[in-house]
């Protein structure tokens, strides 16, 4: 699987931006998907996620401001972000994590888009 995340930018604090993840494969509709974003010297955090089935987890530091999408068809997951803050910049990335199986032992692959950069100003 390969992520390709775009959208982001330069917005003035109380603005919107849109983060889109387009996903290479046949498999994206089972993927559960997620957002993580890390600011210089920070560790890099979960921002919001959603499940193959729809069902969608947020940060509480972005509950109600963000949210996020997906569309099968263009396997593609969307973050829109509204309201935001200064210290929502960060760098975003995309994710997903694929589990096998040999045996009894589970492995778990993850996989990261390249990041795309998200600086509110003050």
């Known amino acids: 699987v390969q992520l390709q995340a775009s959208g982001g930018g330069l917005v003035q604090a109380g603005g919107s931006l849109r983060l889109s993840c387009a996903a290479s494969?046949?498999?994206?509709?089972?993927?559960?998907m997620g957002w993580y974003r890390q600011a210089p010297g920070e560790e890099r955090e979960l921002v919001a996620s959603?499940?193959?089935?729809?069902?969608?987890n947020y940060a509480y530091s972005v509950k109600d401001r963000f949210t996020i999408s997906r569309d099968n068809a263009k396997n593609t997951v969307y973050l829109q972000m509204n309201s935001l803050k200064p210290e929502d910049t960060a760098v975003y990335y995309c994710?997903?994590?694929?589990?096998?199986?040999?045996?009894?032992?589970?492995?778990?692959?993850?996989?990261w888009g390249q990041g795309t950069l998200v600086t509110v100003s003050s």
């Open positions: 994710h997903t994590n694929i589990q096998t199986h040999k045996g009894w032992t589970r492995y778990d692959h993850n996989y």
């Open positions: 494969g046949s498999i994206f509709s089972t993927l559960d």
């Open positions: 959603i499940s193959a089935d729809g069902s969608t």
